[in-house]
């Protein structure tokens, strides 16, 4: 059994358990208000144990639902995007020292697009851009090139102050729950905030009754709102982020490697409450994480980077099941066989080169099995195949892999 075999099993387990992800579907019909301030169900916890979500936030709140899972307009579209850092010298440096500049190219020419209400993963070996495409995604960086739709929006086409309510639908979960929820604020500031800062509700009985819903969304009891952060552990820490990225009513949420900083058995309920949550309020993600195992279970596509490019972008189970690129079958082949069974694992062999430098070519080609002279002088392009797959890599072009 596969390391992503005993993952889904876990997940299952918890499912059936009274974990988040224990929330009958019939759960999701059950309506909590604002003047309905009490629990729709509450479940007394356990020590140690996260309660269930109230999973009907959105509807509760009169926010619609994303409309749209049919909608046959992916709600992100990121064409061509890409982040340069200058990382040079300081000026005076560079004079002495007849330097030029130097810029490291963290994502060069990202493309893809997420229907609405699924689930695009990204994954990839550390360094090779994640972050800064999630980051490019929300706002955070602005881009060197490249555009990101939303909702059939340009933003780049927007002011800030234009741009402010579509910001607003888009929110990230960092990996760290410890570091980014502010330890001297109480829960209920915490969660207010960006109510607060986009004007969503005018009345502090209103806000709090929000932030209330929003603790049982995400399964915590209202009364944490008079708690802080260091009060909770760290998968009751990511619910607090969670609830707190849901506050301004988002239809995307980017999260970066959300449960990788926490337990296995944590993160199954995180990622469970997540899938309901989306599932409840209709909402898009772009997930990225380097666990694959984690991927298999959440994604619906799967996007794989290398040196800040994507070189294999297919459904889920086209991917797992067929990896094409030689870097895929390369992370495929490295994970675990818990099973024993003694087929051959093969570690990921070779390193990550150095961005400032990066191989000519295909960029992958010191380290593939399959490099030619081609590889070595020319960059495979993304090519769409026969099954919908996309690949970059000369030997699938010409049938060699
Ligand atoms: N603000 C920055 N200034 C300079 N370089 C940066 C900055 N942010 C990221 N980088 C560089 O850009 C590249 C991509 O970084 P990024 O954080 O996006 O990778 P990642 O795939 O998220 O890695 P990890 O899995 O370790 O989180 C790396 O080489 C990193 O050092
Ligand atoms: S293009 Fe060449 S070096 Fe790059 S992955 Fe394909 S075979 Fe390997
Ligand atoms: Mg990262």
Redesign the pocket.
């Known amino acids: 059994m596969s390391l992503i075999d005993r993952f889904g099993e876990h997940l299952e387990r918890g499912r059936g358990a009274g974990s988040p992800a224990g929330v009958p579907s019939s759960a999701a019909s059950e309506v909590t208000t604002p003047a309905d301030p009490e629990p729709t169900r509450s479940l007394a916890p356990t020590a140690g144990a996260d309660r269930s979500p109230d999973i009907s936030l959105n509807n509760a709140l009169g926010a619609a639902a994303d409309p749209a899972p049919q909608h046959p307009e992916p709600l992100v579209v990121v064409e061509d995007i890409a982040k340069s850092f200058d990382v040079s010298e300081p000026w005076l440096n560079r004079v002495i020292e007849r330097k030029p500049r130097t810029l490291l190219r963290a994502v060069d020419g990202v493309s893809f697009e997420i229907p609405r209400g699924r689930t695009l993963a990204l994954v990839g070996e550390s360094g090779c851009g994640k972050s800064t495409v999630a980051r490019l995604l929300v706002g955070l960086y602005k881009p060197s090139r490249g555009r990101v739709h939303f909702d059939g929006t340009d933003l780049s086409s927007l002011s800030p102050a234009a741009a402010r309510p579509l910001r607003a639908q888009m929110q990230m979960i960092f990996q760290d729950p410890y570091a980014s929820l502010n330890p001297r604020w109480k829960v209920a500031d915490i969660i207010a905030e960006p109510i607060r800062v986009h004007r969503l509700i005018a009345s502090p009985d209103g806000v709090r009754a929000r932030v209330e819903a929003l603790l049982r969304h995400v399964g915590l009891a209202a009364a944490d709102a008079e708690k802080y952060p260091h009060q909770f552990s760290g998968g009751q820490r990511q619910r607090l982020s969670i609830a707190r990225a849901l506050a301004s009513q988002p239809r995307f949420l980017v999260c970066d490697e959300p449960t990788s900083a926490l337990d296995v058995s944590v993160q199954a309920q995180v990622l469970n409450l997540m899938r309901e949550i989306q599932q409840a309020d209709g909402l898009t993600y772009l997930f990225i994480s380097h666990n694959l195992a984690v991927v298999h279970h959440v994604s619906d596509e799967v996007g794989v980077m290398y040196l800040g490019r994507i070189?294999e972008l297919a459904p889920k189970s086209i991917l797992f099941e067929r990896p094409r690129?030689?870097?895929t079958r390369m992370l495929l082949d490295a994970i675990p066989d818990t099973r024993m069974s003694g087929t051959a694992r093969t570690p990921v062999a070779g390193e990550v080169p150095n961005p400032l430098n990066p191989p000519s070519?295909?960029?992958?080609?010191?380290?593939?099995?399959?490099?030619?002279d081609?590889?070595?002088s020319?960059?495979?392009l993304l090519q769409t195949l026969s099954d919908g797959a996309k690949?970059?890599?000369?030997?699938?072009?010409e049938g060699?892999?």
């Open positions: 070189v690129h030689p870097y070519g295909c960029t992958f080609h010191p380290r593939c099995p399959l490099a030619n081609r590889c070595r020319e960059r495979p690949v970059a890599c000369h030997a699938v072009e060699r892999s």
